[in-house]
């Protein structure tokens, strides 16, 4: 059973750029989530999709942005770049929305964006 | 806002040894715990999780205590081995159904 693959692993943008990271989920698994990882502050939580629609929102700007397709891949969108937009984006799937009981994720290894 | 704080970011100890976890939250609301476990280059993978209705589940090595008066969550790994070695987050899942988690404790277990 192929985990959870997120592309690219590694990319390198300029401040003011844009930049999109993709991640497919485990076969079956409704449930995308999305987190950021930076020294010292653990993963932050971005949003989660659920069939195709966004189920929560964590507490970033607007430059943050997702989608989910009807075969349940996802993609985040992160606009107008900034230095501190720096880190290690993760993707997690589950089968169930993680509002709906007990639910383990399934984490990606990552994409890791450096923004100078 | 940091509801789960780890306010250890490295612990080292000596193989065959226990190796303590510690994990405290603010949000009373929180209802599931877990522990998920990061070697470098991978992502992070479930290890062992407690409901707040309980207050200890075990699974071989690792045993998760939760002291819910307190607000405390302790990962116990005993005995501790060299695969041990990794960054160890603990998550506690809100009202809302998401995934907050701490900011993690590297563990080094020395031969």
């Known amino acids: 059973k192929a985990g959870v693959t997120q592309t690219p692993r590694y990319l390198i943008k300029t401040r003011g750029q844009q930049v999109t990271l993709s991640c497919s989920p485990i076969?079956?698994?409704?449930?995308v989530s999305w987190y950021q990882q930076t020294p010292g502050q653990g993963l932050q939580f971005l949003f989660e999709?659920?069939?195709?629609?966004?189920?929560n929102k964590g507490n970033f700007p607007g430059r943050f942005s997702g989608r989910q397709f009807s075969n349940s891949r996802s993609e985040m969108n992160v606009s107008t770049l900034e230095l501190g937009d720096s880190a290690l984006y993760l993707c997690?799937?589950?089968?169930?929305?993680?509002?709906?009981?007990?639910?383990?994720?399934?984490f990606g290894a990552g994409s890791r964006l450096t923004v100078l | 806002d940091q509801q789960v704080k780890q306010n250890s970011p490295s612990l080292s100890v000596q193989e065959g040894r226990i190796s303590i976890l510690n994990c405290d939250y603010t949000?009373?609301?929180?209802?599931?715990f877990l522990w998920y476990k990061k070697y470098p280059a991978e992502g992070p993978t479930f290890l062992i999780s407690?409901?707040?209705?309980?207050d200890k589940n075990e699974d071989g090595r690792f045993t998760v205590f939760l002291n819910k008066s307190a607000k405390h969550l302790s990962l116990h790994i005993v005995p501790s081995q060299p695969g041990d070695s990794a960054v160890y987050f603990c998550?506690?899942?809100?009202?809302?159904?998401?995934?907050?988690f701490g900011a993690g404790t590297q563990v080094v277990v020395t031969p």
């Open positions: 997690a799937s589950s089968f169930r929305s993680t509002g709906a009981g007990a639910n383990v994720l399934t």
């Open positions: 076969s079956g698994h409704r449930s």
């Open positions: 999709y659920f069939s195709e629609t966004q189920r």
């Open positions: 949000n009373s609301m929180f209802d599931y």
């Open positions: 407690i409901s707040s209705i309980k």
């Open positions: 998550a506690a899942r809100d009202s809302w159904g998401k995934l907050q």
